[in-house]
């Protein structure tokens, strides 16, 4: 099984920003929890980083071509209003999960819309990096 993880802006400041909210990990551990598991699943994962929605874009497009067979997103702040990503998921027969490691429906009012969630199979928020984790066992179950 081929996965792609992507993460939006602001997810490689990881421990860096609002620790009260992200927690103290940082983006490299987060990294390492997802390729734990993809070794004891199985599973080949590419974890892609980018602050720029358009990278975030071209991403999704490659994914079409070279055999990803789910992905696990989370979009950062674009989840509020890039119509562009959420069109570039919606092209995809591929299963997708949100992720979202804070309860974004208890934050700030702005944070309660996601216009990439309708075009997901799934959505995980509120868990942590756990719910990558969570993720991953849902889109292998899905899969297989």
């Known amino acids: 099984m081929k996965l792609l993880v992507i993460n939006g802006p602001n997810l490689n400041f990881l421990g860096i920003r609002e620790k009260s909210v992200y927690g103290a990990e940082d983006y490299g551990y987060l ?4 390729q734990e598991k993809a070794m004891k699943e199985d599973i080949t994962v590419d974890i892609f980083q980018s602050n720029s929605e358009g990278n975030i874009i071209d991403r999704i497009q490659e994914a079409y071509f070279d055999g990803t067979q789910g992905i696990i997103i989370n979009p950062g702040a674009f989840t509020h209003y890039s119509y562009a990503i959420r069109d570039a998921l919606a092209s995809l027969t591929i299963p997708v999960i949100e992720v979202h490691i804070s309860n974004v429906h208890k934050r700030e009012e ?15 928020v509120g868990l942590g990096l756990k719910g990558y984790l969570l993720a991953m066992d849902a889109l292998l179950s899905m899969v297989q």
């Open 110 to 124: 702005f944070r309660h819309t996601s216009v990439t969630a309708p075009v997901c199979t799934g959505q995980i």
């Open 31 to 34: 990294k390492s929890l997802i």
